[in-house]
């Protein structure tokens, strides 16, 4: 059985990075952060140029969630604050 192919966090998410990016010039960035990255790219940068393993795909996809989470009970909170002042 050959080894599974090994891709780069960096291959993986360029074009997400890229979509991200068109978003923002948008005026789509729903985020607070001022350098246009997400959560979860600062958090991923740990990861960089590691290769990609079932593992490292899991622990990613653990923060992934945590991150979207955690982004949805702030944005559900704000917005109940909002919609409590009107």
Same mark, same amino acid.
């Given at each position: !059985?050959?080894?599974?192919?090994? =891709?780069? =966090?960096?291959? !993986?998410?360029?074009?997400?990075?890229?979509?991200?990016?068109?978003?923002?010039?948008? *005026?789509?960035?729903?985020?607070?952060?001022?350098? *246009?990255?997400?959560?979860?790219?600062?958090?991923?940068?740990?990861?960089?140029?590691?290769?990609?393993?079932?593992?490292?795909?899991?622990? !990613?996809?653990?923060?992934?969630?945590?991150?979207?989470?955690?982004?949805?009970?702030?944005?559900? *909170?704000?917005?109940?604050?909002?919609?409590?002042?009107?």
């Amino acid at each position: !059985m050959p080894p599974p192919k090994q =891709l780069k =966090l960096s291959e !993986m998410t360029k074009s997400k990075r890229a979509d991200r990016r068109k978003d923002i010039q948008d *005026g789509d960035d729903t985020s607070n952060l001022s350098d *246009g990255q997400s959560d979860y790219e600062q958090s991923s940068s740990k990861y960089s140029e590691a290769p990609v393993t079932e593992r490292s795909l899991h622990k !990613m996809l653990q923060e992934l969630r945590a991150t979207i989470t955690a982004d949805f009970h702030r944005i559900n *909170g704000d917005l109940t604050k909002e919609i409590s002042n009107i």
